[in-house]
């Protein structure tokens, strides 16, 4: 199979899964884009990929370094437009919590997530949310496995913490 | 607790899909992405073929004129495809002629590599030159003696892969071998073509390097082409001295560089001294040359940085 057949495989195999990472890695709905930054990004480097390791987890490699690499920039935008903020005209914008109707346990959870230190909320969301196995987290992060249970584990810890424990909602 | 915590997060919805049209889109610019590579690799390729035959072009007119009185070359005759000397001077036919014979050299050199390949000799002993083929039988009856049966490479490590960048008449081959460990190594080889009777042969092929250890996790620093770096790592901020940050967690479980990265940089060659490492800083000498290595790592972010070391 060529490089041009495989990305291709790769797209229609792991795009969706790729699609909610970002959305809930990023905390944004419209990332649509990065999804394409992923494929074309990985296009670009295929002949970097090592053949022994999953493409999946080198596709979330990538979409991890691109929601990142997002993400500051849109701090920066942020930053710029809060000193023009009295021009700007405020419109709704969806949010991962509206697209997957979370339950309000849900909400504070996952909202929770987001205020959590980066290492946190890798795992959380990778391991946690998205069940990827510790070994799949460990070669997105390229950390060691047994790092992966350790910080998801303390990560679950300060998530509770912060929660002040999980309602009976189910 | 944590259990609980942890199944509630596994119970997450994560089933929005990107809608037909999005993906419509999206593998459009991927495939425009694909065919732009394409057509981007051929350009440089040819623009390098092109650069190299500048000289040659321009004195194409002189020496076709000079080759009626004189002696004409092997790399003459490559030029000379017309018996119209003034064909040769003409922009668009000399250009049409240029393009013919890279992608000629190209496919030979294909033939050449995949003759390593499948480990038979045939098609490389049939586009030798009468010289080359001297060469070849010498090395037949060397590495299989007598009756070598035209049978080329080793077992192992074995041909998986190759790239081919032909310039002027030369064709560099970097072939990617790989041992049932599995490891991964680099050969280059260097093919020399010539025109002999109206025919482009093989006058000569060289070894460059054989067998370096090669693993895709890395690649050359920029500033530092002899220094290995993380494909994953990103670039991130670069200084005219030659220093070099890089986005990237290099370390290890142990806490020190990741052993991967340190058999990278060893079998590239350098050497760690030992005496002026200090925590997360290291200096590595190789043939004279030193690089000092710095890194950083947070809970909210690892990098590492390279540049040269002056001895402070």
């Known amino acids: 199979m060529d490089d041009k057949q495989e990305i291709t495989e790769w797209f229609h195999d792991y795009s969706d899964d790729i699609l909610n990472f970002l959305i809930y890695y990023t905390g944004r709905v419209d990332v649509e884009d990065l999804v394409q930054e992923v494929y074309i990004r990985a296009f670009r480097r295929i002949h970097t990929f090592n053949r022994l390791s999953r493409p999946k987890t080198w596709l979330f490699t990538i979409a991890r370094n691109i929601a990142i690499d997002e993400m500051r920039k849109e701090k920066k935008e942020k930053d710029k437009q809060q000193k023009f903020a009295h021009y700007q005209v405020h419109h709704e914008i969806k949010s991962p919590e509206d697209i997957y109707r979370l339950t309000e346990t849900n909400k504070e959870i996952y909202q929770t997530i987001q205020t959590l230190k980066q290492s946190y909320r890798d795992v959380l969301i990778l391991k946690g949310i998205k069940e990827m196995s510790s070994k799949e987290t460990a070669e997105i992060l390229n950390w060691s496995e047994n790092k992966v249970r350790v910080t998801y584990n303390r990560g679950l810890k300060a998530l509770e913490n912060r929660i002040g424990g999980l309602s009976d909602e189910s | ?312």
């Open chain 2, 1 to 312: 607790m944590n259990r609980k915590l942890s199944d509630r997060l596994h119970s997450f919805p994560k089933d929005y899909q990107l809608n037909e049209e999005t993906k419509i889109l999206i593998e459009t610019a991927l495939q425009e992405e694909i065919n732009n590579k394409g057509k981007k690799k051929k350009r440089q390729g040819f623009k390098v073929f092109l650069k190299k035959l500048t000289v040659p072009v321009a004195g194409v007119a002189v020496l076709a004129l000079a080759s009626l009185l004189f002696v004409a070359t092997d790399s003459f005759n490559l030029f000379h495809v017309s018996n119209q000397p003034d064909d040769s001077m003409s922009a668009t036919g000399g250009q049409q002629e240029l393009v013919k014979v890279h992608e000629e050299l190209e496919e030979l050199s294909t033939i050449w590599a995949n003759a390593l390949k499948l480990r038979d000799g045939k098609p490389r002993y049939q586009m030798l030159s009468e010289t080359a083929k001297e060469k070849f039988i010498q090395e037949q009856v060397i590495s299989s003696g007598e009756n070598g049966n035209y049978t080329i490479g080793v077992s192992s490590p074995w041909v998986v892969d190759f790239d081919i960048e032909v310039e002027g008449m030369n064709a560099n081959i970097i072939y990617t071998t790989q041992t049932s460990e599995p490891a991964y190594y680099h050969t280059k080889e260097t093919i020399t073509f010539i025109k002999e009777n109206d025919k482009l042969v093989v006058k000569d092929f060289q070894l460059i390097y054989e067998d370096r250890l090669y693993n895709k996790n890395f690649k050359s620093s920029i500033s530092f082409p002899a220094f290995p770096i993380p494909t994953e790592a990103e670039r991130i901020e670069s200084s005219e001295d030659g220093q070099e940050t890089f986005l990237y967690n290099v370390l290890g479980t142990n806490g020190g560089i990741q052993e991967e990265y340190n058999v990278m940089i060893e079998s590239w060659g350098w050497q760690l001294k030992e005496e002026l490492q200090r925590d997360n800083y290291y200096v590595f000498e190789k043939e004279g040359q030193y690089i000092e290595m710095t890194i950083q790592s947070s809970n909210e972010e690892d990098f590492f940085t390279i540049k040269k070391y002056e001895n402070k």
